[in-house]
């Protein structure tokens, strides 16, 4: 039992942290859809913004999931542009703008562009 209980949390933690991963191509544009809600004061912010040689974000949108329902929650929807080929990881942080410290939320994102 003990073993098994071990084996669940490692496969938890596994998938945690896997990247997710995007191919596209040259000149091609591609959606990012993060779970947010921005009710909270919580945004999808991109980390390693600095870092645009092989992609860039063109467009950022939030929407909600259920408009009736205050304090829902929804998606933002990033658009990235694919600018040359290569790989470029994209590190996406959900945390309040004004906090610097404290554990934030990370999705990181590998994109191969061909």
Known sequence: MKQFVV??????CFLSFQSRIIKARQGEVFRVILKANHSTGFSWQWENK???SIVDSVYMDYVLSDKSITG???NEIWEFKAKRKGEQKLIMVYKRPWEKEGSFEKEEILVRVE
């Open 50 to 52: 600095t870092n645009k």
């Open 72 to 74: 829902a929650g929804g």
């Open 7 to 12: 084996l669940a949390m490692i496969c938890v």
